[in-house]
């Protein structure tokens, strides 16, 4: 498994697994590209075997205390083996680097896997969106993490992750 940050070449293939994995409510190519170019972005990759697998955003202005997770998916083939979680850390650094306290993100109500991954990380419902999602009609629950308390919670292993180089979850 290698993690890199991504780059405007990676668009299709995060594209076609955006669309597999939000069927309803996926970005449009011209969103992703946006996030992609944005300077308050920091987008990462997933590859194994030279294939994307996975991808995962963060939006942290420059100078701001909060930031969101915009989004983080895996491959259906490539799921539940650790890279939802090594690139949900990789963002957290990004965060911590840039001087972040507090990141917040909205998962749907009715995704216990991303749920029970945020949870684990510390992460913390603080608010819900009624309908949030449509078309579908589902409500999105607004979660933050401490960032600092995060950091401070990290083992020394956790701290090798390196990447050089929606909320809407
Ligand atoms: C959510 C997602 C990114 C998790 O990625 P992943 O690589 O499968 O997750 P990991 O293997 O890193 O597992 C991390 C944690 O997620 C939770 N998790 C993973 N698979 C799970 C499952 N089948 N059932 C319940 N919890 C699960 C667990 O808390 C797990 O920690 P553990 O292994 O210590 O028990 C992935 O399922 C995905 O892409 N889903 C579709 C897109 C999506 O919903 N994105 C989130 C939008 S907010």
Known sequence: MTTRAATAADLDAIMALEHASFPTDAWSPAMMREELASPHGWYVVVEEAGRLVGYAGLRAVRGSRDADIQTITIAESARGRGRGRALLSELLVEAERRGVHEVFLEVRADNPVAQALYASEGFAEVGR?????QPDDVDAIVMQLD???????????????????????
């Open 147 to 169: 960032l600092r308390g995060w950091a401070a919670r990290r083992t020394p292993d956790d701290a090798t992750t390196t990447t050089t180089g929606k909320g809407w979850c």
């Open 129 to 133: 969106r009624p309908r949030y999602y």
